[in-house]
C-alpha cells in the first residue's frame, strides 16, 4: 500500500501565518500537524512509502522537514511545479500528478495535510480490508450548523454511503468527510477516468459521488479528537485544547 499526503495548497485564509510556512508545517502543541499524521500512517505496516505532494513555493520547505525528522523512513517530497494560489492543481490535480510520476498501482491511502486528528488508523484500514471496497473516514460533528461547511454523508445499516452533499444549507446528518481516503488499487484506473470530466478537481471528496454511480462506497466512522486547520480560528482552538 502507498499513502499519499496532499500538501500543495496555499492556505490564504491563515495568512500571515502561512505567507512562508506550508500550514502542514505550522507548529501544533510543540511540532509540526503532519508529524501526527506521519506517526499515525507508520503505525500502518501495510504502506511501504509516503508521498508529500506540494507546491514549488514551499518544496524546499519540506525537504528540510523531511531530513530534520524523518530522514531514514521512505518518505518522497512531490513537487507539482505550482507558484502560486492561483496556478494550483487542486487536491484531485496533485493526486494524478503523483498517481502518473510515481506509477503507483498498489492500493492507495490518501490525506489532507490539515487534518490533525488522534484517530486509529489501524481499524480504518481494518475496515477496508473487510469491505474491500473504496472507504471514505467520517467524523460526527454532532452540530448541524458547522456541519454546513463540510461534505455531508448518509450511511446504511452496513456503513454503505447512501447520499454525499457538498456544504449543503440543510444537512441530512452531521456525518462529515475527514479527508482521509482508502481506494483499492482496481479502482484507482476511474481517478484517471473522473480527471478527464469537467468536474471540480478541488479535492477527492469530488470523487464520492463520482464513484457512488457504479459502485458501493463505505464509510468509516471515526471516534476520537478532529479537528480541520482551515482558519486561525481553529488552528488557535486546537493549540489551547491539549487533550
Known amino acids: 500500500m502507498k499513502c499519499v499526503i496532499l500538501c500543495a495548497g496555499y492556505a490564504t485564509r491563515l495568512y500571515p501565518l502561512t505567507l512562508n510556512t506550508p500550514k502542514p508545517l505550522l507548529d501544533v502543541r510543540g511540532k509540526p500537524v503532519i508529524n501526527y499524521l506521519i506517526e499515525g500512517i507508520l503505525r500502518i505496516k501495510d504502506i511501504d512509502e509516503i508521498f508529500v505532494a506540494t507546491n ?7 525537504v528540510s522537514w523531511k531530513d530534520k525528522f524523518y530522514p531514514a523512513q521512505r518518505i518522497h517530497i512531490v513537487n507539482d511545479k505550482t ?12 493526486l494524478k500528478l503523483v498517481l502518473d510520476e510515481e506509477r503507483i498501482s498498489d492500493d492507495l491511502f490518501v490525506l489532507a ?4 486528528f488522534n484517530f486509529d488508523l489501524n481499524k480504518f484500514l481494518g475496515f477496508f480490508r ?8 467520517l467524523y460526527n460533528l454532532k452540530d448541524i450548523s458547522k456541519a454546513k461547511e463540510f461534505g455531508i454523508l448518509e450511511l446504511d445499516r452496513d456503513n454503505r454511503i447512501i447520499s454525499f452533499e457538498e456544504k449543503p444549507q440543510k444537512p441530512k446528518s452531521t456525518l462529515i468527510s475527514t ?4 481506494f483499492t488499487k482496481e479502482e484507482l484506473k476511474k481517478i484517471q477516468e473522473y480527471m478527464k470530466t469537467s468536474s471540480p478537481k478541488e479535492g477527492p471528496g469530488y470523487l464520492i459521488p463520482y464513484f457512488l454511480k457504479s459502485q458501493d462506497v463505505y464509510g468509516y466512522v471515526f471516534d476520537g479528537e478532529w479537528y480541520d486547520i482551515g482558519t ?4 488557535e482552538e486546537v493549540n489551547r485544547s491539549r487533550k
Open 56 to 62: 514549488d513555493k514551499f518544496y524546499n520547505n519540506f
Open 83 to 94: 507558484k502560486n494560489n492561483e496556478d494550483r492543481l487542486g487536491g484531485l490535480g496533485d
Open 113 to 116: 495535510g490539515d487534518n490533525f
Open 130 to 137: 473487510e469491505k474491500k471496497r473504496n472507504t471514505i473516514g
Open 179 to 182: 479527508a482521509l481516503y482508502l
Open 232 to 235: 486561525k480560528e481553529i488552528y
